[in-house]
T-cell receptor
Framework: NAGVTQTPKFRILKIGQSMTLQCTQDMNHNYMYWYRQDPGMGLKLIYYSVGAGITDKGEVPNGYNVSRSTTEDFPLRLELAAPSQTSVYFC?????????????FGDGTRLSIL | AQKVTQAQTEISVVEKEDVTLDCVYETRDTTYYLFWYKQPPSGELVFLIRRNSFDEQNEISGRYSWNFQKSTSSFNFTITASQVVDSAVYFCALSGGRNTGGFTIFGAGTRLFVKA
């Protein structure tokens, strides 16, 4: 049981390049999330999804896009990379059983924009 | 709007000391959930506990205990007889009811150093 898998683990981009951070989960969770964690800071919610075909903005959505075509996958797209997007990105998933179950996190993607 | 405040940026203790990490939250939701997560130096995020807004019962799990008080909007975390392995960043988080889609706010975290 892999849980939440993020790829790649590390990436260096040049300013203006684009890329997609992949996230997949095998727990059949309906809720999925993308966070960024800047050095020495807490996690900021970028986008989240309550199910396939449904996404919504979090606290810091600018510069990012997401899609959720399947329950398992929730990719995060950076269209025009900027130095301010240098961060560690975490994907997470959870589910509801009448109450909000805790989120399971991937190992993170460390992204540097130079 | 939701908000989570962890006023303690860093705490340093000597092994075997007790330590309390503070968490104060703000929300207008009547149904909400509070969480504590641990981030060790290796970087992964580990779930520790969840509390529902309708359950103010405190909880103890080994050396860990949690004190949830709705009257003061606080959800504090105590480690008894701290150990070096407890050194990590600890995050408090808040999510709303189902109608909010699980929108979750994290505090800035408290970095705990436990010295041998």
């Amino acid at each position: 049981n892999a849980g939440v898998t993020q790829t790649p683990k590390f990436r260096i981009l040049k300013i203006g390049q684009s890329m997609t951070l992949q996230c997949t989960q095998d727990m059949n969770h309906n809720y999925m999330y993308w966070y960024r964690q800047d050095p020495g800071m807490g996690l900021k919610l970028i986008y989240y999804s309550v199910g396939a075909g449904i996404t919504d903005k979090g606290e810091v959505p600018n510069g990012y896009n997401v899609s959720r075509s399947t329950t398992e996958d929730f990719p995060l797209r950076l269209e025009l990379a900027a130095p301010s997007q240098t961060s560690v990105y975490f994907c997470a998933s959870s589910y509801w059983t009448g109450i909000h179950q805790p989120q399971h996190f991937g190992d993170g993607t460390r992204l540097s924009i130079l | 709007a939701q908000k989570v405040t962890q006023a303690q940026t860093e705490i340093s203790v000597v092994e075997k000391e007790d330590v309390t990490l503070d968490c104060v939250y703000e929300t207008r939701d009547t149904t909400y959930y509070l969480f504590w997560y641990k981030q060790p130096p290796s970087g992964e995020l580990v779930f520790l506990i969840r509390r529902n807004s309708f359950d103010e019962q405190n909880e103890i799990s080994g050396r860990y205990s949690w004190n949830f008080q709705k009257s003061t909007s606080s959800f504090n975390f105590t480690i008894t007889a701290s150990q070096v392995v407890d050194s990590a960043v600890y995050f408090c988080a808040l999510s709303g009811g189902r109608n909010t889609g699980g929108f979750t706010i994290f505090g800035a975290g408290t970095r705990l150093f436990v010295k041998a």
